[in-house]
């Protein structure tokens, strides 16, 4: 399908470019390709962390030091890291299976519990007595992150407990339409376990998809699409970022071809994305958001629809058009939100 289309200016403006329509995915296939999520299965290997967020109000400066005192009026608790891609994998409908580790701590029942509450698979999870489950913890005020608690020791993870991880993973694996590696550079991922699985999805023909990590270089062979952003693009290559439009361009030919994967989406915020396969031009799509209010988690939402697109059978372009038009859904949202496939619908109508 994509071979057909007529590639538009590199780099477009926003307005009456880029849209679905543009790439032949009709209102009514977009309808039954939605449903179609409800029967995949996904499996999200990858960094499992507890997300907080304390939400208040700032009345003062504290007398004791010069920062505002919070005053508490609510704390939620979420799936975060790796698990939100199950949390936006299940908001789609897409049953999701999570594999990584946890602590044997309340922190990790907390998350167990959740993930359950989600209807999200946790057969694949690991607990740990040396491993501490990871939390991060913001606190907001006047929808401002005034600041961000992390309790982590990504370190802790030994040889034995990356081992469980990978076996769990391999036996869910041959049950799921789509594999997703999360790496969040804390500990799990090393260049055997990716291999490993990388190597068991292509033997299954199931469709890879990875998320790198800036400071966690591995090779990413045989993975079916690989999702950097700018940063991480560039750290891959050993380069400083660059606000060049040729060099990104340049970044992910070369990336391309160095982790031999199927398709690389180039994820470039406010000015969109670029998906690069073998024997095409780049393919640009211009960035859908109206207006941002938290980027928290808008990488989880874009993995998350792009694996369930191309486990549906949709090319690379159409998956990334798809994935593109939900992060704009979600960064109008406060907190590591996710989208439904009503709301998707509803975006691919207002955007005609």
Known sequence: MQGNVAHPPLFWHHEGMGNLAQIHL?????????????????????????????????????????VPVV????????????????????????????????????????????????????????????????????????????VRVDRESPDHISAKERTAVLKKSLQILPRCDALILEDYGKGLFDQDFVDSLLTAASEMKIPSLVDPNIHHPLHWGGATLVK????????????????????WVAAGEELLVRWSCRYLLLTLGEHGMLLFQPGEKPYPIASRAREVYDVSGAGDTV?????????SGLSGAIASELANLAAGIVVAKLGTATVTPEEILEAARHHG
């Open 303 to 311: 993995i998350s629809v792009l694996a369930a697109g191309l486990a």
């Open 71 to 146: 005053h508490v009026e609510k704390e939620v608790s979420y799936p975060g890291g790796s698990a939100n891609v199950g949390r936006n994998l299940a908001s789609l409908g897409v049953h999701a299976e999570l594999s990584g580790n946890i602590g044997a701590d309340d922190s990790g029942l907390r998350l167990l519990h959740l993930l359950r509450h989600g209807k999200i698979g946790t057969s694949g999870i690991c607990r740990s007595k040396t491993f501490p489950t990871i939390r991060k913890t913001r606190v907001l005020a006047r929808h401002q992150q005034v």
């Open 228 to 247: 950097p952003n700018r940063l991480e693009a560039f750290g891959a290559l050993g380069r400083p970022d660059s606000g060049n439009k040729e060099e």
């Open 26 to 66: 009709t209102s009514a296939r977009l309808k039954s390709t939605l449903r179609g999520f409800r029967r995949l299965r996904i499996l999200v290997v990858g960094d499992l962390m507890l997300d907080e967020f304390i939400y208040g109000r700032v009345s003062r400066i504290s007398p004791e030091a010069p």
